[in-house]
T-cell receptor, first 115, second 114 residues
């Protein structure tokens, strides 16, 4: 069964360092998303991406964050200068082309720990 | 504004007991509603979804949910809890707009005791 894959599964970094989280969405999906979940809290929407541009973003997604689809398969989230409060689980998701129901398929997540 | 409220951050039941996890939504347009489950150290797995067809929706692992427009609710139930049901459950809502994001509730942790 097709699935969304994310790497790395866990990354530890020092405050102020740049981090890139990678995702490979399901191959025929064209809508991509990043969510984050701070430990013990709700899953929060960060950004959605379609047709090589951001279609929607939340207040959390400030100038420190960026997304990119560098090739035909990868979808990345970059945090330019990490802060302690960026420590969270980051989930990538994709959505089936032509689907209007909003069902998202999630990856296993990348746990980011900022020291 | 659209939102999702999950009543009860933590629900504890005995094995074999009824599971009821509550979810209410606020929306000015017809919503699509979802329940996702998250097992420890894992990602989000879709349990079931309501997409304007039948109001009683059956999902995986014996779970079901009923969409009640008059009550703006989409509560998740399972007749008999199993130890393996212990997990975090998230209710989520989206709307009939291509590419729109899911909005999640805060989640409910289900504990099952023997």
């Amino acid at each position: 069964e097709p699935e969304v894959t994310q790497t790395p599964s866990h990354q530890v970094t020092q405050m102020g360092q740049e981090v890139i989280l990678r995702c490979v969405p399901i191959s025929n999906h064209l809508y991509f998303y990043w969510y984050r979940q701070i430990l013990g809290q709700k899953v929060e929407f960060l950004v959605s991406f379609y047709n090589n541009e951001i279609s929607e973003k939340s207040e959390i997604f400030d100038d420190q964050f960026s997304v990119e689809r560098p090739d035909g398969s990868n979808f990345t989230l970059k945090i330019r200068s990490t802060k302690l409060e960026d420590s969270a689980m980051y989930f990538c998701a994709s959505r089936e082309t032509g689907s209007n129901t909003g069902e998202l398929f999630f990856g296993e997540g990348s746990r980011l720990t900022v020291l | 504004a659209q939102s999702v409220t999950q009543l009860g951050s933590h629900v504890s039941v005995s094995e074999g007991a009824l599971v009821l996890l509550r979810c209410n939504y606020s929306s000015s347009v017809p919503p699509y509603l979802f329940w996702y489950v998250q097992y420890p150290n894992q990602g989000l797995q879709l349990l079931l979804k309501y997409t304007s067809a039948a109001t009683l929706v059956k999902g995986i692992n014996g779970f079901e949910a009923e969409f009640k427009k008059s009550e703006t609710s989409f509560h998740l139930t399972k007749p008999s809890a199993h130890m393996s049901d212990a997990a975090e459950y998230f209710c989520a809502v989206s709307f009939n707009q291509a590419g729109t994001a899911l909005i999640f509730g805060k989640g409910t942790t289900l504990s099952v005791s023997s």
